[in-house]
Every structure is written in structure tokens, then in C-alpha cells.
């Protein structure tokens, strides 16, 4: 085998990212008018300039945001009074929420298996919490494939610095040429990797619209899943 480790991103590249943050957030809306009667637009704008404060004031670890704290600082920016029983509440009920609503990518559970049976060593490398991607996957049922999860939160920077690949191969005392990383951004999964020498797989997210000088940054270019097993 060329590589002893494939490391796959999780959002939208082993799930349908799209329909669980959809649902959570209507939920999300609705319980906010209940308790606020905060116009959509209203909320919209509130909900996006306290994630970007987020994010600007703990750029590592913004991923954590729409938890009681990004909600807390909602309030806080709507000039609301705000109830701290209701907020950890909502919180909790948000990610529910989500998880039940995640779904396997076509091909996630074929190719996971043919991958594993072939012998290779799985991880994920995700910018999101912890526990947030543990429920993700215990959700698509397929923690069973993968021995490491790497996230931002353990590691402290984003995979577009290129600190969490030099971290991964460290922990799993390999060579750069060795790995091979696969995920649909471009920036954390293409870019930072191939900085160091690790080969990259671009799966492509049919929401967003490459270029052909981002799709030519990588190795591989598949279009699902299944995809990977041809080339590998």
C-alpha cells in the first residue's frame, strides 16, 4: 500500500452536511420567536455577527459556537434579558436536533469497508469540537472504522494553518508521503496538507462551484465516495 494513513474531513465529505444545519437552525428560530418575537431578519443578522465575534476573538476554536455561549452573546447583542435556564436548554435541544438529522454521504458505508479491508488505518480530521463530531459519527454508526479523531479543539489551530497535519504526523510517527488527506475545502484540506508533502483527494461538494486552479491543487479529484476506492 502507498499510504498507511487516510484521513478523511468529516462535514460534507463523509455526511450531507447540509440538511442537519438547516433543520436545527429553523428549530432554533422558532424557539427564539417564542421567547423573543425577534423578526427573522432581526435574528439572521444577530445570529451571524455574534458566530463572526466568535470566531474573530478565538479563531481556533469558533467552531464551538451555537452553544450556550454564542446564544448568551445573541441576547446580549438584541439587548434582550437573558434567561440562563432557557439558554443552556436551547442549546442542548439544538445539537439534538442536528443529530438526528445527519445523513451518510452516497457510498460512505462501501467505502469505508473496502478501505478497512484493504488493510488502511482511518482517522478523522475535523476544525469542529470534539464531542460535537463524535456525536456525528456515532450518529452515521461508523466510529467503528476509525481509530482517531483530530480536531481543532485538541490541537488548537484550524487545518488551514497546516499545524494540524504536522500534529497528526507526529502522533502517528509517519512520513508526509505516507498520508493521504481527503475532504471538500480547499483551503484546510487541499492546500495546508500539500504544504507538507501530503497527498490530497478532493471530493467535491455540490454546493460550491471550484475553479479549475483549486481543483488542480490536488492529487486526486473524485466526485463521491466510491470514487476514492478507484485510485487508491
Request: a negative charge.
Amino acid at each position: 500500500m502507498k499510504y498507511k494513513l487516510i484521513a478523511f474531513d468529516l462535514d460534507d465529505t463523509l455526511n450531507d452536511g447540509t440538511k442537519p444545519w438547516r433543520v436545527a437552525y429553523e428549530w432554533l428560530y422558532e424557539e427564539w420567536f417564542q421567547k423573543y418575537h425577534t423578526d427573522k431578519d432581526l435574528f439572521d443578522h444577530a445570529f451571524n455577527k455574534t458566530r463572526a465575534g466568535l470566531k474573530e476573538k478565538q479563531p481556533e476554536k469558533y467552531m464551538l459556537a451555537i452553544r450556550a455561549l454564542h446564544l448568551s452573546e445573541m441576547v446580549n447583542e438584541l439587548e434582550y434579558e437573558i434567561d440562563w435556564f432557557w439558554i443552556e436548554k436551547i442549546s442542548k435541544q439544538y445539537w439534538e436536533i442536528f443529530l438526528e438529522n445527519v445523513n451518510p454521504r452516497e457510498g460512505l458505508y462501501e467505502t469505508l469497508n473496502e478501505l478497512k479491508n484493504r488493510g488502511y488505518k482511518l482517522v478523522v480530521a475535523t476544525d469542529f469540537s470534539f464531542d460535537i463530531q463524535l456525536g456525528k459519527l456515532n450518529s452515521l454508526m461508523v466510529t467503528k472504522y476509525f481509530s482517531y479523531i483530530y480536531t481543532a479543539e485538541e490541537i488548537g489551530s484550524l487545518k488551514k494553518t497546516c499545524e494540524m497535519f504536522e500534529y497528526i504526523l507526529k502522533h502517528e510517527h509517519i512520513k508526509p508521503s505516507e498520508m493521504l488527506m481527503i475532504g471538500d475545502n480547499v483551503k484546510g484540506d487541499i492546500i495546508a496538507p500539500k504544504e507538507l508533502g501530503i497527498d490530497t483527494c478532493l471530493i467535491r461538494n455540490k454546493f460550491y462551484e471550484y475553479s479549475e486552479d483549486e481543483m488542480n491543487e490536488a492529487t486526486y479529484r473524485i466526485e463521491g465516495l466510491v470514487d476514492l476506492l478507484k485510485i487508491i
